[in-house]
């Protein structure tokens, strides 16, 4: 006897059309909850954002410079939001020191790392002409 099914079996993949986008907005809007009441590190770059999206609206670049000042930002928010979720799952699996779990938890947070200086990289290419214009 075979352990697969398909995909129809699945009973959280009942909803189609509005219904299942309306779900996922639900489960979206949770998980932006969950992490900003259980992640201080999504507090942290969201504070970041909160303060750097006001300041890229205003500085003097074109609207596709103001847009990948965002981007940036959100992408940082992203990954963390990713690392997290690698961070819950390991956990879920167990508390104890395993290797392995130190590897899949170190990735992610070498992710955050590039992700972050990929934002440093793009907010001082697009500021630092600014500032240093004669």
Request: some cysteine.
């Amino acid at each position: 006897m075979s352990t697969s099914y398909h995909i129809d079996q699945n009973p959280h993949k009942g909803n189609r059309g509005l219904a299942r986008a309306w779900h996922a907005a639900k489960n979206s809007w949770c998980g932006l909850v969950y992490a900003f009441q259980e992640e201080s590190a999504f507090r942290q770059e969201l504070t970041l954002f909160i303060v750097l999206t006001p300041i890229a609206c205003i500085l003097p670049v074109s609207y596709l410079e103001k847009s990948l000042l965002i981007a940036s930002l959100i992408m940082v928010l992203v990954v963390e939001l990713l690392n997290s979720s690698v961070e819950a799952a390991i956990d879920r699996i167990s508390f104890e020191h395993h290797d392995l779990s130190k590897r899949a938890k170190d990735f992610g947070s070498a992710a955050v790392m590039l992700a972050l200086l990929i934002a440093v990289l793009m907010w001082l290419a697009i500021c630092l002409p600014i500032v240093l214009k004669p």
